[in-house]
């Protein structure tokens, strides 16, 4: 069945780099997503890539795919004290029109250490 | 923006009691959807819905039931809550002419006592 993991917490300094790691199981996964959640708010999409793509970068976030090793990555550059967080992976199967919806990982605290 | 509203952010009740978690759309979205969170646990599914009178289970769908008599709403049932069923309730839609990601509502956290 299909299973996201990472890792519960990441503690990182202020201005330092973030790196969130996840790995997941079905290698049919067409998108892949990241996902914040802030202290008693729903979660909101940082960012998503598309299965057939490597990489992608968005201001102050990079996320990198390796599709052969199932391994997603979120980097966050010059991390901030508004960085703190929860930050979830997701995948889906997603081909158009259907409501499969995701399967999160159990998501990473990012901690700022000031 | 989409919005996904939850009628209520906060709700106490006692054992037994029946209780109505409601979740409105604003984006005409086919598809919604009742997660649960829990610490260590992260989300898992209760139930979904593509359509108007369509709802398929979730990973976790005993002791909850739902309803969607209108694209725009779908509310989540506890016919009898129970002190397990303490949790937060996020709700969330999706449409499908994007790529499938979920926008989510500020969720409900509910204490059953």
């Known amino acids: 069945g299909e299973d996201v993991e990472q890792s519960l917490f990441l503690s990182v300094r202020e201005g330092d780099s973030s790196v969130i790691n996840c790995t997941y199981t079905?290698?049919?996964?067409?998108?892949l997503y990241w996902y914040k959640q802030e202290p008693g708010a729903g979660l909101q999409l940082l960012t998503y890539?598309?299965?057939?793509?490597d990489m992608k970068q968005d201001q102050r976030l990079t996320v990198l795919l390796n599709k052969k090793d199932k391994h997603l990555s979120l980097r966050i550059a010059d991390t901030q004290t508004g960085d703190s967080a929860i930050y979830f992976c997701?995948?889906?199967?997603?081909?158009?029109?259907?409501?499969?919806?995701?399967?999160f990982g159990k998501g990473t605290h990012l901690i700022i250490q000031p | 923006d989409v919005k996904v509203t939850q009628s209520s952010r906060y709700l106490v009740k006692r054992t037994g009691e029946k209780v109505f978690l409601e979740c409105v759309q604003d984006?005409?979205?086919?598809?919604m959807f009742w997660y649960r969170q829990d610490p260590g646990l992260g989300l898992r599914l209760i139930y979904f819905?593509?359509?108007?009178?369509?709802?398929e289970k979730g990973d976790i769908p005993e002791g909850y039931s739902v309803s969607r008599e209108k694209k725009e709403r779908f509310s989540l049932i506890l016919e009898s809550a129970s002190t397990n069923q303490t949790s937060m309730y996020l709700c969330?839609?999706?449409?499908?002419?994007?790529?499938?990601?979920?926008?989510f509502g500020e969720g409900s956290r509910l204490t059953v006592l």
């Open positions: 984006m005409d979205h086919e598809n």
């Open positions: 997701a995948e889906s199967m997603w081909s158009g029109g259907g409501a499969d919806g995701l399967t």
């Open positions: 969330a839609s999706s449409g499908s002419a994007n790529t499938g990601e979920l926008f």
């Open positions: 819905s593509y359509d108007v009178k369509m709802k």
């Open positions: 079905d290698s049919s996964s067409t998108y």
């Open positions: 890539i598309f299965s057939n793509m």
